[in-house]
Structure formats: C-alpha cells, structure tokens
C-alpha cells in the first residue's frame, strides 16, 4: 500500500550510448525494444522515435540520427491513470480480479491485483538492442511434417534478415549431439529478405515428454557466408487433441507421437511481482522443483506474461509440455485494443512457435466463463467484442505461423452450443471446491471433468517466509498482517472452514507453527486426493488431464500455491509428488446401499464398504498387501492379492466395486505394492473426514535413524498421519515429506546435504501430536 503512488506518476529512463561502425552502408541501424511496459514516449537524440502501448509487441525502429555519441530517452505515462483514460472514453467493462480499466491496457493483468497477488502496477522494459549488421538474423523457424510412421520429416528452414543482405551464401548445419547431419544446404535471398531452404531428415529422433522418453533435441545452426548468426535447439513432435463425441460429451486427451498421455500438470503464473528481479538461476530453481515434483506440464496462465524464453528452453530440455493461454484473463475486453492484439500475437507467436514443449495453445483464461456470468451471448460480438481475437485471429495466426499445435478459444471452454462450465466438453476449471458451493474435497470424484485444469485449496506458506516478511508481534494465526498476505475474497473464513470441516479442534492455545501445519496438510490432502481420483478417471479417457492450481508465488502469499515464494515446498507439493509417480497404488471406498432398506434405515441393517483398488507403472508376479487397522490404530486383518501384472500407461484394475466384511466406516487402509522384496508403491486410506477419529489414540512417537549417504529411516509402532519433518533454522531440501507411516513398514527420506550430526537438528509432528 505504502509504495502504490508508484504506479500513477510519470518516470523517465535515460542513457547515452555509442554507436560502433556498421557493416551496412546501405540502411539505417534498427533498434529493437521488447517488452517495453507500457505506454511509452521514445526519443533518440531529442527525435520522437516511437510511442508504445502494449507491452507484448517487439518493436523494430529504423533511426537516421545516430552519431558516435547518442542519447536515447525512454518517457512513461503511468498505465493506472491512461487505462482509466480510455476506460472513461470507451466505457467499463466487466471484470473478476483487479481495477476493471485493466482490459484496456496490454500488459501483465495481475499486476492491478488479483487474489493471491498485491497491486504493484509497473513501468520499465525488458531490453534495447541496437543492430547495424546487414546480416542480422531476425526471425528463423524450423517449418516440418512427418510422415505417417515418424520416422522421417520434410523440413523448410525459414530464415529472415532483418535487412537486405544482398548477394550472400546461407547454409544450415544440422547436429545430433556430436554427429554432423547436414554440412550445409545453400540459397540466397529473395527481395523480401527470407531464405527457405529445403531438407529431408531421415530416421528422426522424437522429442518425447517426460516419462513417455527422450526428449530429443537438434541443433540447428545459420550461418551466413560462413559466420554463425543463429542458433536454435528443436525437437520433433506430432501432437492431436483427441475430442471424440461419446454418449456423454466429448474426450479431451492428448496423444504425442501417437501415444495417449494423461496430462499431470501445473499451473505457472508470474513468479514475482517484478519480472525483472528473475534470474536464469531462478528459472532453473523452479524447473528442478517442477521436474522433481513429478509434473509433465506447466500452464502458463493468462493473467500473467508470455514468459521468459529461458523457461521455455528449460521445458524443452526436460520433457515439461507447456499449455500456453493468450495473456487475457477474467475480463470482457473491448474492441478498440483488436489491432493492437492482432500485432502482438504474431510477434509472440514467432518468439515461440520453434518451442516444441508447447503442445497446444488457449485464447485466454475465463473470458467466456465471466461473459456468461453476465449473461452475455459469447456468440454475438456485440455483447462479446473481442471473439474476433479467439475465434479468428489467433487460430489463422498459428495455422500460418507455426508447426501443427492444437488451439482451444479459451480456458475453460467446451464449444459454442454448450457453457464453458460443462464438465464432459472441453476443459473444466472445478471451483465448487474452495469457491462456487464449498463442496467436501472428499467429493472430487463427483466434481470431475474431461480435462479439469484449474482446481486448488489455499494453505499459509511456512514459518520461514512469515518470520522473513512479517514482523515478530503479528506472528500468531488470524493477524492483521498474516490476513492481508491473504488476497481471497472470504479467505479467512474459508480456509478456517476447510480446515475445522476436516481437522479436530486442538484443546491447548493453537500456534502460527501449528496453524501453518493444519492448513497445508489440509491442502494437502484435497489436492493428493482430487489426483488419486482423476488419475483412476484416466480409464476410458474419462479425464485426460489434471492441472493444479497453482505452483508458484509472486510475492509472500497465502494462497493455493504448493510451493511458497521463497521456493520451499509445501506439504501438498509432498502429497501430489506421490499420486504421480509412475509407479502408484490407489483405492477408493464406498458404503453399500441395500436398495430394499429405507435410505434412514441403512446404517442399522448393513455397515458394510466396497473397495475398488488400481494403479499404474508396469511389471509381472507383483503383490499389493492391505493391512487393516481399527479406529485406536490396532492392526485387526490383512488382504494379500498375489500374481498381478501391470500395464504401462493404463489404469489397472485390482479391486472392483469389492465388498470386504472387514472394511468399515472407521477402518484405516495401509496399501503396499510389492515386487520380490522391494516395497515399489504405498498408499493410504483414512475415514473421512479426519476429524472422525479420536486423534488422542495416535498421539505415537516416531523413531528415527541414520542410514548413510543423507538417508534417514523412519518407523513407528502404530499409524501415523501426515509426518513432517522439520528444521528450527535451516531449510534443508527432503525427496519427501507429510507421511502416512504404519507399523512394519519402515520408510527412507533422502535430506541434501545432511549427515548423521544434523539428526539432533531434526523436528517433527504429526496429526496426533496436534
């Protein structure tokens, strides 16, 4: 609040520079300016060079006044006070999230606010650059088809000079790692300063996602009479959308290379509130959490900014796929800004078209959802001005510019004769948890969709970030300063609802520290569930994909992020890293109704539970044991299924719709899958709510041992829920964390950098010391 004058003055940046002897005699040096945010005044030695109003395009300015000695002056208006210009001018429209004169201004939206974000509305640019060489390489895209059995690709390298470079030579080399493929293939410019030059690749090498293969990667090199003038890495991929019409709705999976991949993904947004105070380092950082975490997709959302382009570099390099939104998000935009767009989509879409991480393209985030909220007939360009944007520009711009990527005119959407909110067409943004009616996260089964790619539960980050950014008086749950780093409309309630809907009531005086546990083991447990359950939907294609929401942090939030600003993860980024490894156990339970017995009946006559079992990796002669124990945490029955054979890439059904006498209403689940002697998967299943067991009766001590190599082991004598470990002063970094431990089953964590003397350093708790 202190520092939002910021926002409405005006601010002036200024340099000298020199302009060094030019290769090209024949034109005038360009400057390039990207990324300048937003509305800009440009001047190079006192000559109005350019004026700016959208911080996505990438300008190019021919200047012919340049000497040895060169002033350029860079003036900006303060986007607050011009977006309220033209919201006065054209009138209000309407908007969730942020000052409704946001939509008139082509620059990062949630930098005017949003629910899990301050409003700190900047200035500035992402770079200048002065070109004087007449070969300068502007644009080069790699332009492929593949065959039918991918093997080989007809490839036209695409290559475009910023001037006219006259008589020249032009050759490509191609590498696969260390192996030269194309000494060079030659060709000279036509009078629009391009070159494409033909090749035809055999025995293609496949970029492949995560977990489904290699992401492969060639280099590619242009060089101009013999001098290298761009280098790029590119990777071939075939990717399809698979909508096909069943009895209810459509299917929305994605196939790549002809494979079918169910998509276990993540939402990115902005990860500061100033871009620029990123780093490469930073990027990687969160790559290495992405990668580890076990995600095979990112989505960069709409609210935000089209990113860095080291991030997308990174997601090639990893197998990361990428659903990439149009920078629009939660807001009818006006007509008036369509030309504007129409610029910005193809200079972004030529900055990433050569990206083979992104697989499939969205028109923006929620621009349907809140026109039919306002009763708007998104059909009409009346009452839905910029459909010209979704449903035309863009998608004519990515059949025209880029290699075959799926496109979808928004997030969520489903198609113009049904709402964007329908769960068995497109992609579904599922809310009823958390927003919309509050509905039990045990309900997710229910709450599923085709595709869900937003859904999420709010948690406090971790005493670290609080103590860094809050001062020591406010540090105690339900402060002033702790609830204004919450951005939710009715947060605080909320998130005491979920949290006491779930969780028994603590009989002493409840700290921050022990606050900050029961929210994110809350979270943790909705979002671990939501992708057991829409995991087992990936049979028949029921849901395709499953994006959370949300990784990341702009600034020290209490919000839906599963890693807190400071990069350290919260207990859900543990819970979700488990439901997705390749290697996985789940079950579901569900009493059994008598359809003879009154429904107010039922629990007198039959108590009784089914259990359907899956899970997924691949393997023969594996084992799953199901150990049974009682609501005092006593061990009481077993089940043991021998000679199992999984099937990579497919649910696989061990249990269906299974009636155990044994299983009851209070009964907890230990799942183990087995093969030879090595525990390859566990999982858990709890009476729900939590809040249904006499916690008391758990109130167990855990033991704890060095094992060599940064390993500790764990071991308890009766069942434990959601074991964190922790440190007082130092964060290290744990391959896992929120454990649920039973007896008999001793679990390893790994800990970077820590030896057997940090063992005393060590904290933990659990459900049952609460």
Known sequence: NDVSWVSELTWQYRCVFDCPGSSN?????????????????????????????????????????????????????????????????????????????????????????????????????????????????????????????LDVADISFEVEFLFHPGDVEVSIELRDGDERLIDTVHG?????????????????????????????????????????????????????????????????????????????????????????????????????????????????????????????????????????????????YPEVIIPSVTQEVTDQLRRLRNHCSIIIYAGNNEDYQIAESQHRDTNNPNQFPVKVIYEDIIPKKISDLCNFTPYQYGSPYSDPWHKSSDPTIGDLHQWNVWHGTHEPYQKWLKLSGRFVSEFGMLSLPSFTILSKYINESQLYPDSELINFHNKAAGGVETLN????????????????????????????????????????????????????????????????????????????????????????????????????????MQVVFDNSYSLDVWGFGAGQNLTLEIDFYDDKGEFYHSEVFHNLTFIDNQVNTILEDQKLPQLHEHTILSLKLVKGDDIIARSSDWPQPLKKLSWSNFNSSVNLTYVGNGMVELSTTKPIKGLEIYFKHTNYLLNDNAIDLFPNDTQIIHIENFNETDLRNINYRHLGTI
């Open 25 to 149: 005699d024949d034109e005038d040096p360009i400057l390039i300016f990207r990324g300048v945010d937003t509305f800009a005044d440009i001047q190079v030695n006192n000559q109005t060079i350019l004026h700016t109003s959208n911080a996505f395009r990438i300008y190019t300015i021919p200047v012919s006044t340049l000497h040895e000695n060169n002033e350029l002056v860079i003036t900006f208006s303060s986007p607050t006070i011009e977006g309220k210009k033209l919201e006065e001018e054209y009138g209000e429209m309407p908007v969730w999230n942020g000052d409704s004169s946001r939509v008139y201004v082509r620059k990062p939206q949630f930098q005017y606010g949003w629910d899990w974000g301050p409003d700190l509305n900047t200035v500035g640019f992402e770079s200048v650059e002065l070109i004087n060489d007449r070969y300068y390489v502007d644009d080069f895209f790699v332009r492929y088809e593949l065959n039918e059995a």
């Open 497 to 600: 609802k979920y949290v006491w809907d779930n969780f028994p009531r603590p009989d002493d005086t409840l700290s921050l520290e022990k606050w900050i546990y029961l929210t994110q083991l809350m979270q943790s447990e909705a979002l671990s569930m939501a992708y057991r359950y829409w995991r087992w939907n990936w049979l028949d294609y029921k849901t395709g994909g499953i994006i959370v929401w949300q990784l990341n942090d702009c600034w020290p939030s209490v919000s839906w992020s599963t890693v807190d600003f400071m990069k350290i993860p919260k207990l859900s980024y543990y819970g979700i890293k488990r439901e997705i490894k390749d290697v996985v156990v789940g079950c579901y339970r569900k009493k059994i109704v008598n359809e003879g017995i009154p429904q107010n």
């Open 188 to 332: 000279n410019t036509d009078s629009k300063q391009r070159i494409c030059l033909s090749y035809t690749l055999d025995h293609v090498k496949l970029w492949y996602p995560k977990n489904q293969g290699s992401p492969h990667l060639y280099k590619i090199t242009v060089l101009v009479n013999g001098k290298v003038k761009s280098t790029k890495q590119i990777g071939f991929r075939k990717v399809e959308l698979i909508q096909t019409p069943e009895a209810s709705g459509r299917t929305f999976y994605f196939k790549i290379n002809g494979e079918p991949i169910q998509i276990l993904g993540t939402n990115w947004i902005p990860a500061h509130s100033f871009s620029s105070a990123l780093t490469h380092q930073d990027y990687q950082e969160w790559m290495d959490l992405i990668f580890n975490g076990g995600y095979n997709l990112i989505r960069i959302w709409g609210g935000g900014q089209y990113e860095n382009d080291f991030l997308y570099t990174l997601c090639d390099e990893a197998g990361i796929m990428i659903w990439q939104d149009f920078v629009f998000a939660c807001g009818i």
